[in-house]
């Protein structure tokens, strides 16, 4: 198949989607535009080796200049998207150069979403830069407040706290990555970060903050203060769509896509954390914002391109890993969803089990990958589970499903 393909994002999405169109047998044009200027690389590593300062270049990068070339992949670092003209089936550049296209990705990921007021001194965090800023910030101040108790927010209060800083995490949510995971495993995390050094004030709502570049004062609602030499603002990310906002692209929570990751417009598509998916089996638009999602979508949106059959959106799942311990989840819980614990949270080994109607939608494991994997696909399989042979740590989770019968029996 001849032609130009551009993507634009050389995040996980974009260049993923770009090598598998070279696996797909696309043998046309393949042109990846990233505005940074810098080889694809792994950004799950920004909050943690690349901020401690211990990464390996090689294992950062996605894929060395010389595998790009390898792939015959036209790779732009550095250059920003001023434009898209749909109607002409063309791109402009900020230096004016105009790129065509038969199909368009746009993968152009989300961005850190700001605190209210003056940013002087307030840190965020999404790429290499920032982190390469942040590091020296800290190292050179020797505290930092972090707001936020997400997955970000969390990851550098314990990479902070390895390279010798002394942090506080201020945030709103019940518990640390209240998002993700239940009060259990909440309790968990927070005390973790208690036991490396880290004061988290859950249930904390600031009424403003001040960064002056030479330190940072934090005032809650409450009328508390908390100061520190640096501040990073860690509260979300907000899906980067002002470029298909302007070429008239239909918007979301993000840009658009049907369940083939096809935008509004013909032969433009969208993948990643900038993509409002719509999802069949929820009968809605969903947006993801993890790398395994993203790395799958750009898989998925290059085969759509290419008019080839899309799987179905995989089970979302992701990791974290904070002082030594990797934490894995999986599925969507919901805050009225029935907790089902497997081991014990004090030992470092445990799965927590989210069960809606009796059927799992999510999972959350320490020490357990064996369950993790089982969970991603009873999730899938929208399986019902027995709650009391859940609980037993040695009971295979597989074994622990329903058949229909059983299920209906006990409903």
């Not at 239940?182 to 309790?187: I, L, Q, R, W, Y």
Request: one cysteine or more.
């Amino acid at each position: 198949m001849r032609g130009q393909i551009v993507v634009v994002g050389t995040g996980v999405a974009g260049a993923t989607a770009a090598r598998t169109l070279r696996t797909e047998g696309y043998t046309g044009r393949i042109v990846l535009v990233g505005g940074e200027d810098r080889l694809p690389y792994r950004r799950p590593m920004v909050s943690k080796e690349l901020l401690a300062g211990t990464a390996v270049e090689r294992r950062a990068l996605i894929e060395s200049a010389e595998s790009w070339r390898g792939h015959d992949i036209d790779l732009r670092i550095g250059a920003t998207v001023a434009d898209i003209d749909a109607a002409r089936g063309h791109i402009r550049l900020h230096d004016g150069t105009v790129v065509g296209y038969d199909s368009l990705l746009l993968a152009t990921g989300a961005r850190a979403r700001q605190l209210p007021g003056p940013q002087r001194g307030i840190h965020t965090l999404r790429g290499r830069a920032d982190a390469e800023g942040l590091r020296s910030a800290i190292l050179g101040g020797g505290s930092l407040l972090v707001v936020g108790g997400g997955l970000i927010g969390c990851e550098v209060a314990a990479t902070a706290r390895s390279l010798g800083v002394d942090v506080t995490v201020v945030h709103s949510g019940p518990h640390p990555l209240d998002r993700i995971v239940p009060a259990a495993v909440g309790a968990y995390v927070r005390n973790l970060h208690a036991d490396n050094g880290v004061a988290v004030h859950d249930s904390t709502s600031l009424h403003h903050i001040i960064g002056d570049g030479i330190g940072a004062l934090a005032e809650t609602d409450d009328g508390r203060r908390f100061t520190a030499a640096v501040a990073l603002a860690a509260i979300g990310s907000i899906p980067d769509t002002e470029l298909a906002a302007a070429a008239g692209l239909d918007i979301g929570n993000g840009i658009r896509v049907d369940e083939r990751y096809r935008t509004s417009a013909a032969g433009i598509f969208a993948a990643g954390d900038v993509a409002d998916r719509y999802d069949p089996a929820l009968g809605a638009h969903d947006r993801g914002e993890h790398w395994n999602s993203a790395q799958a979508q750009g898989a998925a949106a290059a085969r759509s391109m290419l008019g080839a059959p899309v799987p179905p959106a995989e089970v979302t799942w992701g990791w974290t890993t904070q002082y030594g311990r990797t934490l894995q989840f999986a599925g969507r819980l919901g805050p009225d969803d029935d907790i089902v614990l497997r081991g014990a949270p004090d030992e470092d080994r445990f799965t927590a089990l989210a069960l809606r109607a009796g059927r799992l939608v999510g999972a959350v494991a320490v020490g357990r990958p064996a369950d993790l994997r089982a969970a991603r696909t009873l999730i899938a399989r929208g399986a019902a589970l027995d709650p009391a042979a859940c609980t037993d740590p040695a009971v295979d989770l597989s074994t622990a499903a329903l058949d229909h019968e059983d299920f209906a029996t006990r409903t």
